[in-house]
């Protein structure tokens, strides 16, 4: 990947490598109490077909910032300064250098994007001796505008805005692995670590949690949500949309039983929109972290078109020939008819 930010004190360690023949080693993270390790499992191929043969709507979930190319541009002229290409080339050659600090700076930015979504504020949390409203299971209630809270009516606790924001780490994720197989672990670790460092000051600042080993607890029991509904959107995004609208109904909706079957197919479309948009974008975009998401209200009218498939029978195979569905619910042999 190429990336045409430099950095020059990434460009002095270069060079006095190359004078005193020392290896020289950048961190990848400078968080303290490291809770989350990157796992290979969580780096697999993911094919892009998948997402770009899936029917989007015209509207465009994804907005690349104004002013830089979503798609490459081959008869622009090379206006690349000197200081530039000689960056370009130093990353070339000592990847393993630049890497990290490259990866660093562009997903801090990518990860604020992903919270801004279903961002939240707790007012009396800065009020001295102030009670914070809970909700009926105990959480934190705060205060929340945008799509999300105001259409979908969601509640703004800290595990919505978590759930939401791991959704849209998920779509950062499924580009992520298209990087080369050197640059794409420290993609994913730099990604989970910006999450904890943004979780953790909001677990202290917002619902003043203030001890280091509960906070600790909490971050590693995102980190198994986290891993859970990963392999759960994998799943959706290879076995259908019905399986990714269960996966989004379990982890953002919490599994609520009077769902707004529209407003889900919304998410669900967005979510695909999303893949296809990202799919088409260059890897320097990302890099750069040129990448600010919209909502699923443009998904609308999407949802509101009759699906061909309502309208073909069900087989025998589907139905499941020779069982029949009792008043208990339970599927019992039939006799084959004369």
């Known amino acids: 990947m190429a990336v045409s930010a430099h950095c020059s004190t990434c460009l002095r360690l270069v060079r006095q490598q190359s004078r005193r023949s020392q290896k020289i080693y950048i961190p990848i993270s400078i968080h303290p109490q490291r809770i989350w390790k990157y796992s290979s499992s969580t780096v697999r191929p993911l094919a892009t077909q998948v997402v770009t043969n899936q029917p989007t709507s015209t ?36 990847t393993g250098l630049t890497e990290s600090y490259v990866a660093y700076g562009a997903l801090e930015r990518l990860v604020k994007e992903c919270a801004r979504q279903a961002d939240y504020t707790i007012p009396q949390a800065h009020e001295k001796g102030a009670e914070i409203p809970k909700t009926k299971d105990e959480e934190d209630l705060g205060v929340g505008t945008g799509w999300w809270y105001d259409q979908l009516g969601l509640t703004p606790t800290f595990n919505t805005w978590a ?9 950062l994720t499924v580009r992520i692995r298209c990087f080369s197989a050197a640059d794409a672990p420290v993609w994913h670790q730099q990604l989970i670590d910006h999450f904890s460092y943004t979780a953790e000051e909001r677990m202290t600042t917002m619902h003043h949690i203030h001890a280091r080993m509960i906070r600790n607890k909490y971050l590693k029991d995102l980190f198994v949500q986290w891993r859970g509904l990963t392999a759960a959107y994998d799943e959706g995004l290879v076995q259908g949309d019905a399986v990714l609208a269960a996966a989004v109904w379990r982890n ?61 029978p069900f087989t025998e195979e589907e139905l499941g020939e020779g069982e029949s569905i009792g008043p208990t619910g339970m599927k019992s042999k039939t006799a084959p008819s004369p």
Request: glycine fraction near 6%.
């Open 59 to 94: 509207a465009s979930p994804l907005k690349t910032k104004p002013g830089l190319p979503s798609q490459k541009v081959n008869h622009k002229p090379d206006t690349t300064s000197p200081v530039d290409k000689l960056a370009k080339t130093v990353r070339k050659h000592a």
């Open 252 to 312: 953002v909706f919490k599994g609520d039983e009077n769902v707004d079957i529209r407003k889900l197919g919304q998410v669900v479309s967005y979510v695909r929109g999303v893949l296809h948009q990202l799919d088409r974008l260059e890897d320097t975009d990302i890099v750069s972290a040129d990448v600010v998401f919209g909502d699923p209200g443009s998904e609308a009218a999407l949802v509101k078109v009759r699906s061909r498939m309502m309208d073909t």
């Open 163 to 171: 759930q939401i924001t791991f959704l849209h780490m998920y779509l």
